[in-house]
């Protein structure tokens, strides 16, 4: 008998709710790719505020409004910038820090009926903005024009013109349990069938939605939503519902879980805090298929982490990650089970003479040895094997392995509102697949982890400056190397180097050496203008320029990329 697991905890945030506190709060989270988590960043380099974790995303509404009042207390550390950033983010948060809707800092379009505020910069803007002493509402439409193009050997001359419309509606009942749902709807305007691919490599949303793929990519659709119970301080916080996760220590990337390079997936998830512990558990639903390309009946991802700190005097923090893939299954109650090693738990209840499941294991850890400075590290574990470290040949195979390393200096070079970032990420043959294809760690064959593909690494250098809290300019540079498979003239493999994410098999027929295979080179430079003119507009334009060395064949491709977009979220 199958459980619909969303309805029973449903019922059980039900129970909840009737013996809820009766603190205001505002429970629901603010999505991962929202930019105050870049300024909350900012000010935790720059010691400004003390315990917030960038590595654990999302967080509540209720959290941000938390760090917003501890950043204006300190305010006269800030730059003029910076005190900008702030006021833009405490109108938008109003509401959250004041617990009243008020006229001077918000607009309610079809409640105030007030055209002249659709293009007010002072105020939050909102189709409906309701709320009493029990429950609040927030309604809002969203809308973007984007269009994407390239010119290059890679992908030749594509063009895709996409428009996309969608609302939003959120809030919390009772000071305890928060509601979010997103949906969007948005149809290819120009290009062509042939662009579609293009289009999607760029965005794993698109990617994700199988409309858009294979029926000619001419309308595409997407949601996220959920209800999320969180008690008074946040100490305990359930959510079961769709959204982007977050969790890792990368700077430009993450190892572990990346909210940008896989499409938002289903979970329930359980997160404690308590003082400087820091702990959530969740089990989701993800998207796979088989080496054959048929989509699998059943594909889930579980992860358990457990962050310590800042200790120290604020200095350092670190934190154990546990992951597993496993498919083709019924919802498995071992792994359901919040305080368990997962590795063990798989060992104790796989069936025997099998070894289908994937379980990795993450270690990283964060330091701020000075004001405006901080330095993370990450080491990713696939497979580890004690008795065959240090040895050569085949033996070795039973290690894989992935690091990153960076450091994040804000005012870099003396000057005043210039962020630089280095990183370096290194990701081992055979890293993220598995032998079965069903259990790579990839949802809708996108990476769960970081975007580099395995048997790679990369030096990646950003620098960005805030000419004000509204406009920015970044540039990114990174420089890739690459040992990919030896195909023949049939595209199968003649030596499997273990640089597919979606091909694991192979991996223990010869000794898998880093960067074996046909090399790659990559040099890649991408700038990136954000401009937000009057609140809640935006205009964005991405140009990218790459360069790839294929050194088995000596030949090399150029390829340049822009990405254009105009954005509203009312």
Not at 328 to 340: E, Q, Y
Not at 474 to 495: H, M, P, W, Y
């Amino acid at each position: 008998m199958k459980i619909n697991y969303r309805v029973a905890l449903f019922t059980f945030l039900a129970f909840i709710l009737l013996i809820g506190s009766e603190a205001f709060a505002q429970v629901e989270m603010v999505a991962p790719s929202n930019k105050v988590y870049d300024f909350l960043d900012r000010m935790l380099t720059n010691k400004i505020i003390f315990g917030y974790s960038s590595s654990m995303a999302p967080i509540s509404r209720r959290e941000i409004a938390k760090y917003l009042v501890e950043i204006r207390a300190n305010s006269s550390k800030l730059s003029r910038t910076d005190k900008k950033f702030l006021d833009d983010y405490t109108i938008e948060y109003s509401y959250d820090i004041n617990h009243t809707i008020e006229p001077k800092t918000n607009s309610s379009f079809f409640t105030e009926l007030k055209f002249s505020d659709i293009f007010r910069d002072k105020k939050q803007k909102y189709l409906i903005a309701k709320a009493d002493s029990n429950v609040s509402f927030f309604w809002d439409a969203m809308g973007e024009l984007k269009y994407m193009g390239a010119n290059g050997d890679s992908y030749g001359k594509p063009h895709v013109g996409l428009l996309q419309i969608g609302s939003r509606i959120r809030g919390t009942l009772f000071n305890s349990v928060g509601y979010y749902l997103r949906l969007s709807n948005g149809a290819r305007i120009s290009g062509t069938d042939q662009d579609v691919p293009f289009a999607a490599s760029f965005d794993p949303i698109l990617a994700s939605t199988r409309k858009f793929v294979s029926e000619g990519g001419k309308s595409f659709d997407s949601f996220e939503g959920y209800l999320r119970y969180s008690t008074s301080t946040d100490w305990l916080s359930l959510t079961a519902g769709r959204e982007a996760l977050k969790m890792g220590t990368g700077y430009l990337d993450n190892l572990l879980l990346s909210n940008t390079n896989s499409a938002p997936f289903d979970f329930i998830k359980l997160d404690i805090n308590y003082k400087k512990i820091k702990y959530s558990f969740f089990h989701s639903s993800i998207v796979g298929s088989d080496s054959s390309g048929k989509q699998l009946d059943a594909k889930y991802l579980v992860m358990h982490r457990l962050e310590v700190g800042p200790l120290f005097n604020n200095v350092f923090k670190f934190a154990f990650t546990e992951m597993l893939l496993y498919s083709n299954l019924p919802v498995n109650f071992a792994f359901l089970n919040p305080l368990s090693f997962l590795t063990s738990a798989d060992l104790n209840t796989e069936l025997p003479g099998k070894n289908s499941n994937n379980t990795l294991i993450g270690i990283d850890f964060q330091l701020f040895p000075v004001k405006k400075l901080s330095l993370q590290g990450t080491w990713l574990i696939d497979d580890l094997n004690f008795g065959t470290l240090g040895k050569s040949g085949v033996e070795s195979n039973d290690n894989k392995f992935g690091f990153q390393g960076g450091l994040n200096w804000q005012d870099a070079f003396v000057v005043k509102n210039l962020s630089f970032i280095y990183e370096y990420t290194r990701i081992g043959p055979f890293v993220y697949s598995h032998r079965e294809i069903n259990n790579s760690y990839s949802n809708w064959n996108q990476p769960l982890g970081a975007a580099l593909q395995p048997n790679s690494d990369e030096h990646a250098f950003k620098v960005s400056y805030d000419f004000n809290s509204r406009l920015n300019l970044a540039v990114t540079l990174k420089l890739q190397r690459s040992g990919e498979n030896i195909l023949d003239s049939l595209g199968r493999i003649v030596f499997n180097a273990g640089s597919n994410l979606l091909n694991g098999s192979g991996d223990t027929e010869h000794e898998n050496i880093f960067l074996e295979g046909n090399r790659v080179n990559r040099s890649i430079i991408i700038a990136e203008f954000t401009w937000q003119p009057i609140r809640q507009y935006y205009i964005s334009v991405k140009v990218q320029h790459q360069n790839i060395d294929n050194v088995f064949n000596s030949t090399k491709q150029t390829d340049n990329i822009f990405i254009g977009s105009f954005s509203v979220d009312y």
